[in-house]
Structures are given as C-alpha cells and as structure tokens.
C-alpha cells in the first residue's frame, strides 16, 4: 500500500514561547510577521506523529511506500529528517506556503496527491502548531474525494479500509472508513520515534523530488489567497502572584483554602 504523508515546516514552538515570556517577541514593520530570525524551523509535531502512525503500521508487518510531501523552498532539512524517520520518498512542492492560505495549500497538496498513483491513505497531523487552524487535512479530502476521519488515537488496517480509534472529549470512538482515506493523527498515539545515527547519515545523501508549481496544473484562480492576514501582535501577559505567609505548612494551607473558598474558586 501507499501513504503519503503531509507534513509542514513551523517556528519551533517552545523558542516562540520563551520569547513571548521574556517579553521579546516582536512583530516586524509590515504588522504579520516576526523578526526574530534566530527561533528555529522544524516539522509540526503533530505531522512528525502521522509519520509515527504510518512507522507503526510498518512495525506490524504492512508493507508500505512512505511518502512525506511538504511546500516550499527552504524544507529540505525537515525533509530529510522525515527520511531519516523512514520515509522511503520525499517531495518538496516549490510554492512559497507564506503565499497562500489554507484552501491554497491544500489545493496544492491535493493536486500532487491526485498525481500519485496508487495512494491508499493520507495522514495529517491534527493541527499545525503556529495557527492551530486543522482545515487542510479536510480540505484535501474534499477535493480529492475521500473519506475524512479526524483526532486518531490509533490507525489499524481492515480489509479495505482503516478502523481509526477516535479521541473526543466523550471518550474514544472507533470508526471505519474505506480506501483511499484522509486521517488526521493526534498527540495520543504516542510520541515520535528518533531516528538512529546510521539513519540521519543515510538521509543526509536523500534528495527530494522537487514538483514546480507549473506541474500542479492547478488554474491561478483556484490556489489564490481567500483569506489574508491582516494583522498580526502579541497580546500583553500580566502576572499577579501573592505569597501566603505562615508559621507552618498546616497554616498556610488553611489560609489558602480560606482565601479559595472567599472568592468562590472552590
């Protein structure tokens, strides 16, 4: 079988954080972007995880083609890294993903995964770290016709399908849907493995198939921005921390609860 993988490229989020605490996230002169050019880029974690759900298939004896597609122009080194995962195939589909927006994007994605032969699944990761947004995954089943199945716990093969264990917040669910299909995976299934010295070295020699955008055949309307961001700013963090002195834990402890209890917390 065949899967293709869709993974995105995002500002590491924990540096993004740090910055934010310290007061030195800033936004440049055109209002929508950061200026900090040393936080570093890396694969969306969640995307890094739908790579794992495919590794598990693997691990159980499906023998499967990986593929790991992403947009844009400076990747190659996510892209390698999803190789030293154990992607067997990786595409870099040169269109600047900065240009577009979501349905862009995935119209991008589904035009080159409707170029590919013989793909039975599709796996996302459930969101992308910096914009939170989860609509390409949806996005790309809609244009190329498949099944969605959303938030997976769990990924497993039936006869002509997938069964998908679904987190929601009324407890899990199990779903079956049938190939080709669009899952996207969640932090739930487990984290990511590492990839071994032996397979960073072998990944550094693999280059990506680079697909123009020319390729796509995707008429100028159809990848056009619908949604622009206008406006982008960090919004201002207080903190307000109190002590609570006492002569012993016990009391402090009392004096907390009284405090709680005053102000209806508990």
Do not use: W
């Not at 954080?17 to 570093?40: C, F, H, M, W």
């Not at 159809?222 to 002569?247: A, H, M, N, W």
């Not at 009391?251 to 009284?258: M, T």
């Amino acid at each position: 079988m065949r899967i293709v993988v869709c993974a995105k490229q995002v500002l590491d989020p924990d540096a993004v954080n740090n910055y934010a605490l310290v007061g030195k996230l800033e936004i440049g002169e055109d209002g929508r972007s950061l200026t900090q050019a040393s936080i570093p880029r890396l694969m969306n974690a969640y995307d890094e995880q739908a790579i794992e759900a495919a590794l598990k298939l693997r691990d159980a004896g499906v023998d499967l083609t990986l593929t790991v597609v992403t947009l844009g122009t400076e990747v190659d080194d996510m892209l390698k890294h999803a190789a030293a995962l154990g992607a067997d195939e990786i595409v870099r589909i040169d269109v600047d993903p900065a240009t577009l927006d979501h349905h862009g994007v995935a119209t991008a994605l589904a035009a080159h995964i409707g170029r590919c032969d013989g793909v039975d699944l599709v796996l996302c990761g459930r969101q992308a770290s910096d914009d939170d947004q989860g609509v390409v995954p949806a996005i790309v089943g809609e244009i190329l016709g498949m099944p969605v199945v959303t938030i997976a716990r769990s990924v497993d093969l039936i006869d002509g399908g997938v069964r998908v264990a679904r987190v929601t917040p009324d407890g899990d669910e199990t779903v079956e849907a049938s190939f080709p299909a669009v899952v996207t995976i969640s932090n739930e299934i487990g984290e990511p493995r590492y990839p071994t010295m032996k397979a960073k070295m072998s990944a550094r020699k693999k280059t990506p198939t680079v697909v123009e955008e020319s390729e796509l055949g995707i008429p100028s309307d159809e990848i056009s921005r619908k949604v622009v961001l206008t406006t982008q700013y960090v919004p201002e963090v207080e903190g307000d921390c109190e002590f609570i002195d006492g002569g012993s834990p016990a009391e402090i402890a009392g004096k907390l609860v009284a405090r709680l209890r005053d102000e209806n917390v508990i």
